[in-house]
């Protein structure tokens, strides 16, 4: 039998490098891949251009609610820890969580998959709710998102970063570090200064590592084709543990004090803080789709086994008759 030949899209991380590269193989399987520039996975219906994605989580837990014709495997290619990318302006009378209360807050889209994460993390640690800031973004929303009634939201039709260091807004909440901050000027700030230590006391007391993107395939494809979840996940194992194996030599890393890095990332968040699967990653999705529920993504909780593929879908599958020998 020929291989299954499949469209794939994802972005080029140390985790999915291997496969990108031909280094990890899937038997059965002659992928096709395109290597998905930063942002696509939260811009575009990727689940509508390939048989195989990356896609933002925000997004497809609107798509799934919908019923759209697509299932999330549990993979997980990218994950961030919120805290760093929530700045404000200097000046802006901000200098802890509480008071960004009655404040103009900036994203490029509300609906990208930080500020849920964001949002629903400022009002769980500090009862900050979404409602008692004033929003700003850049761009319209896109992925059948609509604003929820009680929010105070307004478009301008400018970058966000921008609108930042102009004094539009007082804060900001972006998927990436602002160029500014990064190049030192004063007028930006980070909400959490001393992040690490922000960070570790989080993740030790709610032991999540938040998900912002995870791996979705064409519906009808896993019900045709239900190995393909399994041989998936296989090579994205195979691929994370090629991409450890880097690091059992860290001289090799561009960073001057490598070793003492992964000693001390190894202390604070275990071997493998990127598992994948469902088992070990519940708690995680299970906030996440509470957060969607509560800020308008979805109607309703959607339940992480009915969001996410799993054996008894493939099993309802057989019973109707859909499914292909493998």
Not at 187 to 194: A, C, D, E, G, H
Not at 288 to 309: C, I, N, P
């Amino acid at each position: 039998m020929a291989d299954l030949e499949l469209k794939f899209s994802v972005a080029d991380y140390h985790r999915t490098r291997p496969l990108l590269t031909g280094a990890v193989t899937m038997p059965g399987v002659k992928p096709s891949f395109y290597k998905a520039q930063p942002g696509e996975a939260c811009l575009r219906p990727v689940y509508e251009e390939f048989d195989v994605a990356e896609m933002s989580l925000s997004w497809y837990v609107m798509a799934r609610e919908r019923g759209e014709p697509v299932y999330a495997l549990p993979i997980f290619p990218m994950r961030m820890f919120i805290h760093p990318y929530i700045s404000y302006r200097t000046g802006s009378g901000i200098a802890a969580p509480k008071d960004l209360i009655g404040k103009r807050v900036g994203m490029d889209r509300y609906r990208l998959t930080i500020g849920l994460w964001a949002r629903g993390m400022l009002n769980d640690d500090y009862g900050v709710a979404p409602e008692t800031m004033q929003w700003f973004t850049g761009e319209p929303e896109g992925a059948g998102f609509e604003i929820p009634p009680s929010l105070k939201l307004t478009m301008a039709g400018k970058d966000a970063e921008q609108m930042l260091l102009d004094g539009d807004i007082d804060a900001l909440i972006s998927p990436n570090v602002p160029e500014a901050f990064r190049a030192g000027d004063e007028r930006v700030q980070r909400l959490f200064p001393n992040t690490r230590e922000t960070v570790q006391a989080y993740f030790d007391r709610t032991k999540m590592f938040p998900i912002t993107h995870m791996v979705v395939i064409r519906e009808d494809l896993l019900m045709k084709e239900p190995w393909l979840a399994d041989r998936l996940l296989a090579a994205f194992e195979e691929a994370d543990r090629i991409a450890q194996k880097e690091y059992n030599y860290p001289k090799r890393l561009a960073f001057p004090t490598g070793q003492l890095i992964l000693e001390e990332e190894e202390k604070r968040f275990g071997k493998n803080p990127w598992q994948e699967g469902l088992d070990a990653n519940r708690h995680t999705l299970e906030t996440f789709m509470r957060y969607a529920h509560e800020q308008g993504y979805t109607k309703r909780r959607l339940s992480v086994d009915e969001a996410f593929w799993t054996p008894d879908k493939a099993a309802g599958a057989a019973r109707t008759g859909l499914i292909a020998a493998e």
